[in-house]
């Protein structure tokens, strides 16, 4: 089963310095139909105003994965990493027993566009970690590019969670199916463009959620870039 969720559906909330839009309840937003799908729990799409951020505050038990798609996102935490996270990097922080970060964009006149993704970790308690990797676009053009998994393969990050997250780029003829196990779930957020997923029509923003599917097909894109999760259900 497909069920198609469109952008404009998703929870929204303007505070001047961040605009965000929810794809599952959080903060202000609470729906009890979309409180995550198997074992993700957050994706919201941030667009940070120059000069502006957010200040110092705490996570834990909560597998936290962040992609920049356009500007800088400055990352700083009590682990001692200061890093500046470009586009094309994904970063990784199981906040585990507990963590304080900040994010902000010092950039002037350049907004900071991200999503900020949470997964659900299937350990508890452990030493709060952090990594960051870059994925060029040609690692992602008309290929799913594994960007993050539980064993660190092929060169993604490695989550505490059992989820794998892919991310691809399709225009045109370029196509790609992911097979899915019995038993687990997918999710598909496109990023931008537009893109067939197992023939449903989605435009930037929309999200196919996939149960009981034995596999994600890609193809028609249109200047697309999507992420799909592989995920306990």
Request: glycine share 12%; hydrophobic share 35%.
């Amino acid at each position: 089963m497909l069920t198609l969720r469109k952008s404009q559906d998703r929870g929204h909330a303007d505070h001047g310095w961040l605009n965000s839009y929810h794809s599952f309840s959080f903060a202000g937003y609470y729906d009890p139909r979309h409180m995550g799908w198997g074992n993700l729990r957050v994706i919201n799409e941030d667009r940070i105003a120059p000069g502006t951020g957010f200040g110092t505050h705490g996570h834990r038990d909560m597998e936290i994965i962040s992609y920049v798609l356009s500007g800088e996102l400055a990352h700083q935490d009590s682990m001692g990493n200061v890093k500046g996270i470009p586009p094309g990097d994904v970063q990784r922080m199981s906040a585990g027993t507990g963590v304080m970060h900040s994010e902000f964009n010092h950039a002037e006149g350049q907004q900071t566009h991200f999503l900020q993704i949470w997964i659900e970790p299937n350990v508890r308690g452990i030493a709060p970690s952090y990594e960051q990797k870059r994925f060029s676009d040609a690692d992602k053009r008309g290929q799913l590019r594994r960007v993050a998994s539980p064993d660190g393969a092929q060169g993604s990050v490695t989550i505490h969670a059992d989820a794998t997250l892919y991310a691809g780029l399709f225009d045109g003829a370029e196509a790609a199916q992911l097979p899915i196990a019995a038993g687990r779930k997918a999710y598909v957020h496109l990023i931008r463009g537009t893109l067939q997923v197992n023939g449903q029509h989605l435009s930037g923003g929309d999200a196919a959620l996939l149960d009981n599917e034995s596999s994600v097909t890609l193809s028609g894109g249109s200047d697309a870039e999507v992420l799909v999760f592989d995920l306990a259900a």
